[in-house]
């Protein structure tokens, strides 16, 4: 039986946990976390594995030991489809667009942002340098592999997915589901969308018309109420007045003293753009980070994924999933570039760096605005697309804050794996810097691996795939790794990566 590897992740587990020093409180060994080599990633898997409190930085994948690390790292999230602007985030936008219309930029004008946001260009972990001893042109050349173990790579991909919880399951009751954010809304054309999805049951008096759903009789005694009371409300559409994200980030006059250019690439060693993305890292660690850099760390850090590209579903128009810079250029110079990963349902920041002469800016949040609104361009045609993934929260370091002013933000619970917002946790994380985020004490890791699902993962020994309950029977392996990766992965990614021992 042969095994095509290429449609399949591929990752070099390291047994020993990392002891490195902290980026954020300069303890010389107090960053700890477990981490894998991954030579490739399908963009459903690293989703799966970031709602479980992983990170990559190149092809490394990390996760804090949240109970030991001297600065546990919570993943954090935004839902882009109820974002709201603050006054601060339209200051940052108004001043941005003046410079763009009038040419006025100043270089010692501040707006108290700027420490704030240059936490977005901190490395927060230099795994990415590992050695890999995967060699995938091999294992998709000698792909033929013993038919007993072909089998069992058969036997465990049967259906996964029909176990798990799906992302409206995993939500908290006090977070914010989709349909709660819709639950209210007084607009005709969510009516009209529930008027369509009427059927009528088979012992319906078909002479009579359908009952209709109390979501209907809330949505039309609504549009009433506001019709009596003289709200001018339309029965077509309901128009705000309020400024969206897209309405301040567009203000920019036809006739403006400089040409904002966003180009979203999938950047290569190749690609004409390399040279000045790589001189504009290197200025942008250098005069910010103090770190000196060359164009291989570049290349290491930020432009060689593990993701496997993957058009949008059939009939989309759009980039696709995969790794991406999103580029901003003015006048035809490059000022800023955010790295980012598209995957299923998501939009995630890998690392953002600007040019240091415009750091007056606050291009740092400024990034961060235009890549929200990314999501909510590319939702209006992927409608489950609506997430932001900020990478991690740190409540300890200050410079970590402006994240958790994007809102509404979600926390990520580090023992259920349940999605907190992020006004429910501050206490908690005022009180004790590792917690538990989710308030019932009861609930459970529904994605957790049980002794079974463990049995199932999958392992790659001498170009043969085995079953980790046949691996270590046959090679009499202590099963602890495993249960390790098991339980740090879920259930989820358990099935669907294959593991290269070496």
Excluded at 346 to 370: H, I, K, N, Q
Excluded at 449 to 476: G, H, P, W
Aim: charged content about 25%; glycine content about 4%.
């Amino acid at each position: 039986m042969t095994v095509n590897f290429s449609n399949y992740s591929l990752a070099q587990w390291f047994a020993d946990q990392e002891q490195l020093r902290c980026g954020y409180c300069k303890n010389s060994s107090g960053s700890i976390s477990y981490g894998m080599m991954t030579e490739q990633l399908t963009v459903e898997d690293y989703k799966d594995l970031i709602d479980r409190g992983w990170r990559r930085s190149g092809k490394y994948c990390y996760k804090p030991t949240m109970n030991k690390t001297c600065c546990p790292q919570y993943t954090i999230r935004c839902n882009a489809l109820d974002f709201s602007l603050n006054k601060s985030h339209k200051k940052i936008i108004k001043k941005f667009n003046k410079f763009l219309n009038d040419g006025i930029y100043n270089k010692n004008d501040s707006l108290n942002q700027q420490d704030e946001t240059e936490e977005i260009g901190m490395t927060e972990l230099q795994g990415f340098n590992k050695p890999c001893s995967i060699n995938v042109s091999q294992l998709i050349q000698e792909n033929n592999i013993a038919s007993e173990t072909a089998v069992q790579i058969g036997a465990s991909e049967k259906e996964p997915d029909k176990y798990f919880p799906t992302e409206d399951d995993r939500m908290s009751p006090a977070g914010q589901s989709k349909s709660d954010t819709k639950e209210d809304m007084g607009n005709t054309s969510e009516i009209i969308k529930l008027e369509k999805s009427f059927k009528l049951g088979s012992g319906a008096d078909p002479n009579k018309p359908p009952c209709k759903k109390a979501k209907l009789l809330r949505l039309e005694k609504k549009r009433e109420k506001m019709l009596q009371q003289d709200k001018n409300y339309e029965v077509t559409n309901s128009v705000s007045t309020q400024k969206s994200l897209t309405d301040f980030l567009n203000d920019i006059s036809s006739t403006s003293q400089h040409k904002l250019k966003i180009e979203l690439i999938m950047m290569t060693e190749r690609h004409s753009s390399f040279s000045k993305s790589a001189k504009l890292y290197i200025k942008y660690q250098k005069l910010v980070h103090n770190d000196e850099c060359n164009e291989t760390d570049f290349c290491d850090f930020l432009v060689t994924t593990p993701l496997k590209p993957k058009p949008f579903p059939e009939g989309v128009e759009g980039p696709g999933y995969g790794s991406f810079h999103q580029q901003y250029w003015i006048d035809d110079k490059l000022i800023a570039v955010g790295v980012i990963d598209i995957l299923p349902g998501a939009v995630s920041s890998v690392y953002f760096f600007y040019d240091p002469d415009y750091r007056s800016l606050t291009l740092g949040t400024y990034g961060s605005l235009r890549e929200l609104q990314l999501v909510q361009d590319l939702c209006s045609k992927v409608p489950d697309l609506q997430y932001y993934y900020m990478g991690f929260y740190i409540h300890s370091c200050p410079k970590m804050r402006y994240k958790g002013r994007l809102k509404p933000s979600f926390l990520l619970c580090p023992e259920t794996y349940i999605w907190q917002p992020i006004e429910k946790c501050l206490t908690k994380l005022d009180d004790n810097k590792y917690s538990r985020l989710t308030e019932d004490p009861n609930a459970p890791d529904c994605n957790l691996c049980s002794a079974e699902d463990t049995k199932r993962i999958k392992v790659m020994y001498n170009l043969k795939l085995y079953d980790v309950q046949t691996f270590t029977t046959l090679y009499k392996v202590d099963n602890d790794v495993f249960q390790t990766i098991a339980s740090l992965i879920g259930k989820r990614a358990a099935y669907k990566i294959i593991f290269w021992i070496s």
